[in-house]
């Protein structure tokens, strides 16, 4: 069988209006960016598009969107893409939102020819509505169906004309599970060599699942967001210090201070936002793991985006080296990984938590849908939950309630919130438990900001940063 098409137009040819298609990346690395343009210039219609994401508003799977070429997005984070979230807000794009981990593994399923499996993502929300709710060893657990797609189109590093597949990196990700659950598969590569040339032991997606493969060109491999980090050369601790006018801690204090909760060993999945700042605070001598959903197992220190030049990268003249001991993987490992409960600790940020530990973060019906990502996979499966977060938000009302009153992302799963005011411990029967005021702020400031019910017993420490 001879797999060898010229470029991206022969590619998809006879992908027409109605076809449902994956495909892969995550964010906007490892996307089929030669089979996007060729589908954005044939102008093909009322496509169902299975994608983690749907790139930006002016690359990637944005630019179909721009054109109004998708029906139905089947996705699970929505990102920073406002025409996306502006199609799904106005009722123009039909949209499924899935829990990440549930979606790599639905494909993964469609893949293996699994019909069905059971997940602990999503019980107690919105995602439950309508499925068969299970238990198992005293856990609930949802009922989950496969998904297939009539073309897959993904993206590789170097592929042969067998169609032997290999990625580079972090681009693995959604990619090498929709190899397998596509009736005809897509591979554009960057490199593409004589069948044999490769080593047997390298192949991420063997050839069996790869129905076209061509060479691609000009790809520009954007960052999502990108940004410097400037050293302080007069104040090198600069980083740790406050530089916000409101009482309290800043966020990167509140970062450290949930740093003094990793212990040596630890396996850490960080959120979005505050979560990330952890990084910078490991102590000294420490050695953690940081887990990532794009597929990622690294101990640290990383490279910062000030060390990287994304041209040339690009240009092939220069690369990243990861620390000895990572380790690379697709995102349905990075989830088999959550799910099993191989991550010790998980730290979030939250627009809501509930006194019984309930937290919300991922939806403000009729206003803002960023979509769940990880989240609920994370807060379903996690041996430990904190969250960081600001105490209230900015028109004033507590975020510590007594019950959430945005749509969930996980049910009794916190068990410690830190804030610009405190630390606070969720207790079994219900309520916040001050175990640490943040330096100037008074127990009365405390009360005042938090809805839900605060326990205060004894006298309470301030915070040691």
Known sequence: MNKLVTNAQEAIHDIADGAVLMLGGFGLCGIPENCIAALVAKGVKELTCISNNAGVDNFGI????????????????????????????????????????????????????????FTPAGVGTEVAEGKEIREFHGKKYLLESWLR??????????????GNLIFKGTARNFNQMMAAAGAITIAEVEELVPAGTLDPNDIHVPGIYVQRIFQGSAYEKRIEQRTIRIENTANTTSTTTTTSTSKGLDKHQIAKRIAQELQDG?????????????????????????????????????????????D????????????????L????????????????????????????GDIANWKIPNKMVKGMGGAMDLVASAKNIIVAMQHVSKDGKSKLLPSCSLPLTGIACVKKIVTELGVFEVVPTGGFKLLEIAPQVSIDEVKAATAGKLIVEGDIPVIAL
């Open 329 to 356: 993987f697709s995102s349905a490992e990075s989830f088999a990984m959550i799910r099993g409960e191989h991550v010790d600790l998980t730290i979030l940020g939250a627009m809501e938590v509930s006194e019984n």
């Open 62 to 117: 944005g630019l179909m969107l721009q054109q109004r070429q998708v029906k139905k997005m089947i996705s699970s984070y929505v990102g920073e893409n406002k025409e996306f979230e502006r199609q799904l807000l106005s009722g123009e794009l039909e949209v499924e939102l899935i829990p990440q981990g549930t979606l790599a593994e639905r494909i993964r399923s469609g893949g293996a020819g699994i019909p069905a499996f």
């Open 149 to 162: 797609a009539d073309f897959a189109i993904i993206k590789a590093w170097k592929g042969d004309t067998a």
């Open 312 to 327: 040339l990268i690009n240009a092939g003249k220069q690369t990243v080296t990861m620390q000895a001991g990572s380790s």
């Open 266 to 310: 630890y396996y850490v999945n960080l959120g979005i936002g505050i979560p990330t700042l952890v990084a910078n605070y490991i102590p000294e001598g420490m050695q953690v793991t940081l887990q990532s959903e794009n597929g990622l197992l690294g101990i640290g220190p990383f490279p910062t985006e000030a060390d990287i030049d994304p």
